[in-house]
């Protein structure tokens, strides 16, 4: 069992990033978009913002050592040999993390004049789908971090903080519910935004989290007492009753 931990230097560190990234997204929004913001941008930002502060909340109060573990230097976070296929997830993750609201800013200006394969802006009703992945993926991927202590950046089996299988919250019914609320995310977040380019690259997105999945599942089978007999119990990695 993991220690209660009290929130340290780094959990406040952790928290502080979690604001400055939904800034950064508002910022390079903002700029790619010709230096202004529209309906569909403000209330992505602004939901973000304030998912982020109740998120917080819950995390110092609920799991306050995973925002230690998560807010320390980032060479400590990886002591050990990091994962090849950790090196491959983070080769696309952190571009397209940043392309994805630059190519909504910039289809928002015109940047792309015309469609040339999509000859029709997004439908209100597409929109409104993507407002509800937005906030159903963060619902999701935030129950599984308050649920889970050892939900670190990279697979680390933490032996020195006593890992172990996580059943609790959402990991009763799949077993990489974190991954799951992340696809849905970055599904309906160009959706919201409204830009049909930004959308591509949000389906890329999606597999890139699939395959991390499938190469995080293969490790912790492997390397985590316990997970196979798990795997038992809850078959399925990110759908409930199909995969």
Not at 5 to 34: D, M, P, T
Not at 133 to 140: N, S
Not at 173 to 200: D, E, M, N, T
């Amino acid at each position: 069992m993991v220690e209660t931990e009290s929130l340290n230097k780094y959990g406040v560190s952790s928290i502080i990033r979690e604001f400055v990234l939904v800034l950064f997204i508002a910022g390079i929004i903002w700029i790619s978009a010709g230096f202004q913001l529209w309906m569909n941008a403000w209330i992505y930002i602004i939901f973000l913002l304030i998912f982020s502060a109740f998120f917080m909340v819950i995390m110092v109060r609920k799991n306050p050592g995973l925002l230690n573990l998560r807010g320390a230097p980032r060479k400590a976070m990886r002591e050990g040999n990091m994962q090849r296929y950790d090196k491959i997830f983070f080769a696309f993750y952190v571009p397209l993390f940043v392309l994805i609201p630059i190519v909504a800013g910039l289809d928002f200006s015109g940047f792309f004049g015309l469609y040339p394969f999509f000859l029709f802006p997004l439908p209100l009703w597409l929109v409104l789908i993507g407002l509800i992945l937005v906030i159903i993926g963060e619902c999701i991927f935030a129950w599984a971090m308050v649920a889970n202590p050892f939900f670190h950046g990279m697979m680390k089996i933490q032996d020195e903080r006593g890992h172990q299988v996580v059943t609790q919250g959402p990991y009763q019914w799949v077993r990489h519910p974190g991954y799951l609320g992340q696809i849905l995310f970055y599904l309906g977040s160009p959706l919201l935004l409204g830009s049909w380019w930004a959308c591509i690259l949000g389906v890329i997105m999606g597999f890139v989290f699939i395959y991390r999945t499938l190469r995080e599942d293969e490790a912790l089978f492997e390397e985590l007492e316990g997970y196979d007999k798990y795997t038992e119990a809850v078959q399925k990695r990110l759908i409930p009753g199909i995969w």
